[in-house]
């Protein structure tokens, strides 16, 4: 049985990243619900493309799964002490698109990373990135899974029992979001 539209981005390009992996928990935890992957294999943002051509089907695409989705979860690798190339550009192109839709969308947002502080950087400038679209960001609780090798089993589940429960926590609190309406 589905309550509603989640829709997961992972700021990670590989098919078993853990950041893939904790998106996929979050959809877990936050069930039921018809779970939607976005897929961010898009073009580099680049305004004469976008002038020449206009915005590319595949923008459009995930513009549109934002803006239907009941909810958004964004898990994010760390690169260089801040949010992956991938997430970056598909926010400037989703930008682009007619509609606003990031407003006012139940949006919460997560990290997972080799290193021990588990992405903050990466949460910080997301959530900068973000408030320009006027989505309702979650404040938190702060999931930040680090030293990731060791926090998932072979089928991608979590296996520390506190970065379970945070991210329960944070999935209850997404679900009050959106039924706040």
Known sequence: MSSGTLL????????????????????RLYAPATFIEADLRLP???????????????VQRLADQI????????????????????????????????????RDKPVAIMAATGGRAGGERTQWTLRLCLLPFRPRLLPGPEVLVGSTSDQFDA????????????????MADLRKEVARG
């Open 8 to 27: 997961g981005i992972s700021g990670s390009l590989r098919a078993g990243s853990y950041n893939r992996k904790l998106m996929r928990e979050a959809a």
């Open 44 to 58: 580099l943002y680049d305004g004469d493309l976008e002038d020449s051509d206009g915005i590319p089907a595949e």
């Open 67 to 102: 803006k239907h989705a009941d909810a958004v979860v964004i898990s994010g690798p760390e690169y260089n002490k801040g949010l992956s190339g991938v997430l970056k550009n598909a926010l400037d192109w989703v930008s682009r698109t007619k509609g606003s839709p990031w």
């Open 155 to 170: 089928d991608g589940r979590l296996v520390n029992e506190r970065y379970e429960a945070t991210l329960t926590e944070l």
